[in-house]
């Protein structure tokens, strides 16, 4: 990982703390073209991306983020091949074990996202792990959505829904927004303020379909692992920017 410099461990005076996002998500894209663009294998741009992510965080952190929502994998990603999707479940494996300790003395909470059960065990432990030894700290909720779909996501919504329907606990009228988003695995975050998406796609390739509904959209030609501090300085320039009309004059 770069060294940031001084400056940027506070948040620069050009953004104004009030209209920080409170919720910031990152479609982490563009590992491979990094790596293609250097003539390495793929997997090396993804072992860069850890060093991103990470810095991204204690950024969040340090300028005063409340929550960020980090898409690893998709439930499309299981397309791959297969040595490509097997380093990447060793890979978030391995970082969560190395990066436990500090993640817990920095008051992160972590939680992970998606369709767990389909993960290999291992990796299932470790998230256990990591989801009850940061469970009480308070700095900052970081969301790591892994196995996740945003349709995915709104189909077991539903079904625990009717599930309570069929039990009597629920009335089909009683189901309004407020309802349906107790049971997203977003419940209890801070609306979703800002999406960013690097490597210059247009589109949200299934992330946060319910929670984008209002969020500021951000893409940048950077490629995620060269994503910095200074990078994220100029997404939330532009944000404070933006204005927000949430579909009023
Ligand atoms: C994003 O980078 C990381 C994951 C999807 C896990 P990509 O691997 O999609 O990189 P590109 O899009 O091929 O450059
Ligand atoms: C989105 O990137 C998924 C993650 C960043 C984990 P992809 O590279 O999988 O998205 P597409 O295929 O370009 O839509
Ligand atoms: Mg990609």
Known sequence: MTTQPKSLTILPDDLDRERLPRHVAVIMDGNGRWAKNRHLPRIMGHQRGVDSLKDLLRCCKDWGIQALTAYAFSTENWGRPVPEVEFLMTLFERVLRRELAEMVAEGVQIH??????????????????????????????????????????????????????????????????????????????????????????????????WQVAYAEIYVTDTLWPDFDRNAFHEALRNFQHRQRRFGRL
């Not at 909720?141 to 945003?150: E, H």
């Not at 709104?154 to 009335?171: D, K, M, N, P, W």
Request: hydrophobic letters at 40%; a negative charge.
């Open 112 to 209: 992970f996202v998606g369709d767990l059960a389909c993960l290999p065990a291992s990796l299932q432990e470790e998230i256990n792990r990591a989801m009850a030894a940061t469970a009480h700290n308070q700095k900052i909720q970081f969301v790591v959505a892994t196995n996740y779909g945003g349709r995915r996501e709104i189909i077991q919504a539903c079904r625990s829904l009717a599930q309570r329907v069929q039990t009597g606990e629920l009335q089909p009228e009683d189901i309004d927004e407020r309802q349906f988003e107790h049971h997203l695995y977003t419940v209890g975050l801070p609306d979703l303020d800002l999406l960013i998406r690097t490597s210059g796609e247009m589109r949200v390739s299934n992330f946060l379909l």
